[in-house]
């Protein structure tokens, strides 16, 4: 298993490379808010406890994908070598109770670096984030309190 930056061709905002032969999985740290969607899925893949957390060959290419497809924040990506690449699905806004709103779809986020083009995000609604427009998790360090269950855009 091997870490590497992102390869030609991958968008630099996908992260660190963790490869195996049949899927390359990408992780953003500074994405990342620890909603363990991946660990909960496929522990043998994501285990925060080992190094490197990610072991990419731990399953099958098309488990990995599915799991890395639950990441409401755009942290984890994957390329699949023999297979379809990840896909945006319809434009979706869940409003999280005390929390960011997860936001899917084919988006287009203006970040500090410039534009990002992605498939999943999850963005600050606190304010205090200093990983705007991105949460970084500080909201539960501060207390933040705001209503939330709602699915906009949810068919």
């Not at 869940?94 to 670096?113: C, I, K, Q």
């Not at 992605?118 to 909201?139: E, I, Q």
Request: hydrophobic share 35%.
């Amino acid at each position: 298993m091997t870490q590497l930056p992102p390869e030609p061709g991958v968008p630099a905002h996908w992260g660190r490379a963790y490869t195996a032969p049949d899927v390359t999985v990408y992780y953003d740290a500074r994405r990342c808010i620890h909603f363990a969607a991946c660990v909960r899925g496929l522990p043998q893949v994501f285990n925060p406890d080992a190094r490197p957390w990610i072991q990419a060959g731990a399953a099958t290419a098309v488990e990995v994908a599915e799991v890395v497809r639950r990441c409401p924040t755009g942290a984890l990506h994957y390329v699949l070598r023999d297979g379809p690449a990840e896909q945006s699905e319809p434009a979706t806004v869940d409003v999280r109770e005390n929390g960011p709103n997860f936001v899917r779809g084919d988006l287009t986020v203006s970040a500090p670096g410039g534009m990002v083009r992605d498939t999943r995000v999850a963005l600050c609604r606190c304010g205090a984030s200093s990983n705007k427009p991105y949460c970084d998790g500080t909201h539960r360090q501060i207390g933040f309190q705001a209503p939330g269950g709602e699915k906009l855009n949810r068919s």
